[in-house]
């Protein structure tokens, strides 16, 4: 009915765990954010890596585009609106970058109507005007 405590199974169990730990600090593992990188809608941002990329792949390319500008630095482009996932690969086929991007509105240059449950979402920069988000 109880199970004695072995203590011997119990340090083989933590040795365990210390050995795949020490392993995983030593490779080289992809960078990962508790943030997705946010891009606004048909605006670009530069990532810069320090090490070269051999290979860069969105999972959704109706929602972002990814271009290489040179061997550490990538351009990413918000498309259309949603998340989708950026992967970055280095020489070796390690995941040196494996992030969500969330491409959404430059909200301070925008507002959003309300007639009951329609909405417009008007592009103000400098005078408002309807945004066409059907493309």
Request: proline residues 4%.
């Amino acid at each position: 009915m109880f199970k004695l405590f072995d203590i011997r199974s119990t340090v083989r169990s933590i040795s365990t765990v210390a050995i795949v730990l020490a392993a995983l600090a030593g490779t080289n593992a992809p960078v990962l954010a508790e943030n997705p990188i946010k891009v606004d809608l048909d605006y670009a941002r530069v990532i810069k890596l320090d090490r070269p990329i051999s290979r860069v792949i969105i999972g959704n390319a109706d929602i972002a585009d990814a271009t290489v500008s040179d061997p550490k630095t990538i351009i990413l482009t918000g498309k259309s609106f949603g998340t989708t996932n950026l992967v970055i690969l280095d020489n070796d086929g390690n995941a040196i970058v494996d992030e969500r991007v969330l491409v959404s509105l430059e909200a301070h240059n925008t507002m959003q109507v309300y007639r009951q449950v329609e909405r417009q979402i008007m592009s103000c920069t400098p005078a408002c005007e309807p945004l066409d988000l059907e493309r």
